[in-house]
């Protein structure tokens, strides 16, 4: 099939018989074609505000441009941003490389997610973004869980960031915590936007794609949000859904197992 490489080796033996040994490399080739398009992609991503930086340094160090105080400032600002931008980035990359070595061993400590999920709520909302104020809870009765409460808690903030950045100005974002069946906690995050169109829903989750690069970056977004969410929800055994209706809005859903003893 279409990628797919074989190796052969043929070897003589001594009663005159042939033995052909086949390897199928097609799949570490998936592999390793998929880590060469990982570092070349993060290598990208670190690279751009790193020439912005260098850029307005040079500029600043020229007496000529960097003699107006006012310009010195707006330069020092865009300076501080990418300088940001790549801490964040930075940032991201240990993380999702964190959670991928911690996947073999399940999350052990026994937690509430509501409350967890409040916490995170009110650390948005002190945020300053004046969107967060607009979070709706509902929450319904304890939801216990085993889980690594860190892990846990930036998959909140990524989940429910995201429909706070990308949810139309002065829409609500809804948060509630519901069950399905009786074995699992559901948590159903909402937002009202322009939605995402089907052929991009299937993808969300690959490190650094985005809809729509310009604006993600502009609302300081690193293309690895929705990646490191399904890393936490696969080490939590849990399920990730992402809905979507354009012209309405997005629905992100998590299910992770209740402890039921
Ligand atoms: P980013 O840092 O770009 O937000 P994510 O991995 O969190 O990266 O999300 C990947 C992409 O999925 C985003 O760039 C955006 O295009 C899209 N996306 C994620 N959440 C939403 C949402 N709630 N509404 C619309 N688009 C979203």
Same mark, same amino acid.
């Not at 033996?13 to 070349?40: K, P, Y």
């Given at each position: 099939?279409?990628?797919?490489?074989?190796?052969?080796?043929?070897?003589?033996?001594?009663? !005159?018989?042939?033995?052909?040994?086949?390897?199928?490399?097609? %799949?570490? $080739? &998936?592999?390793? *074609?998929? /880590?060469?398009?990982? +570092?070349?992609?993060?290598?990208?991503?670190?690279?751009?505000?790193?020439?912005?930086?260098? !850029?307005?340094?040079?500029?600043?160090?020229?007496?000529?441009? %960097?003699? $107006? &105080?006012?310009? *010195?400032? /707006?330069?020092?600002? +865009?300076?501080?941003?990418?300088?940001?931008?790549?801490?964040?980035?930075?940032?991201?990359?240990?993380?999702?490389?964190?959670?991928?070595?911690?996947?073999?061993?399940?999350?052990?400590?026994?937690?509430?997610?509501?409350?967890?999920?409040?916490?995170?709520?009110?650390?948005?909302?002190?945020?300053?973004?004046?969107?967060?104020?607009?979070?709706?809870?509902?929450?319904?009765?304890?939801?216990?869980?085993?889980?690594?409460?860190?892990?846990?808690?930036?998959?909140?903030?990524?989940?429910?960031?995201?429909?706070?950045?990308?949810?139309?100005?002065?829409?609500?974002?809804?948060?509630?915590?519901?069950?399905?069946?009786?074995?699992?906690?559901?948590?159903?995050?909402?937002?009202?936007?322009?939605?995402?169109?089907?052929?991009?829903?299937?993808?969300?989750?690959?490190?650094?794609?985005?809809?729509?690069?310009?604006?993600?970056?502009?609302?300081?977004?690193?293309?690895?949000?929705?990646?490191?969410?399904?890393?936490?929800?696969?080490?939590?055994?849990?399920?990730?859904?992402?809905?979507?209706?354009?012209?309405?809005?997005?629905?992100?859903?998590?299910?992770?197992?209740?402890?039921?003893?």
């Amino acid at each position: 099939g279409p990628g797919a490489r074989w190796e052969m080796r043929t070897m003589l033996l001594e009663d !005159g018989s042939c033995l052909v040994a086949l390897t199928d490399h097609s %799949g570490r $080739d &998936a592999i390793e *074609r998929m /880590r060469a398009d990982f +570092v070349a992609n993060a290598s990208h991503e670190l690279r751009t505000p790193l020439a912005a930086i260098l !850029g307005f340094v040079e500029t600043l160090s020229d007496p000529a441009a %960097g003699g $107006d &105080a006012e310009v *010195r400032q /707006r330069f020092l600002g +865009v300076i501080d941003k990418e300088a940001r931008r790549m801490q964040q980035l930075v940032e991201d990359l240990l993380s999702m490389s964190r959670i991928e070595a911690s996947k073999s061993q399940a999350p052990t400590e026994r937690l509430e997610w509501g409350a967890l999920i409040r916490q995170v709520v009110a650390e948005l909302t002190a945020a300053g973004d004046k969107r967060a104020a607009d979070v709706r809870m509902e929450l319904g009765p304890a939801a216990p869980i085993l889980a690594d409460p860190a892990q846990m808690s930036q998959l909140l903030h990524n989940i429910i960031g995201n429909a706070m950045k990308y949810g139309r100005a002065g829409t609500p974002v809804t948060v509630r915590l519901g069950f399905v069946g009786g074995q699992m906690a559901e948590l159903a995050v909402s937002d009202e936007s322009e939605g995402i169109a089907p052929e991009h829903l299937p993808r969300l989750t690959e490190r650094f794609y985005r809809v729509d690069s310009a604006r993600s970056r502009s609302l300081g977004g690193t293309g690895l949000g929705l990646a490191i969410v399904k890393h936490v929800v696969e080490r939590h055994r849990g399920r990730l859904d992402i809905d979507s209706v354009v012209g309405v809005g997005t629905t992100v859903k998590v299910r992770l197992p209740l402890i039921t003893d």
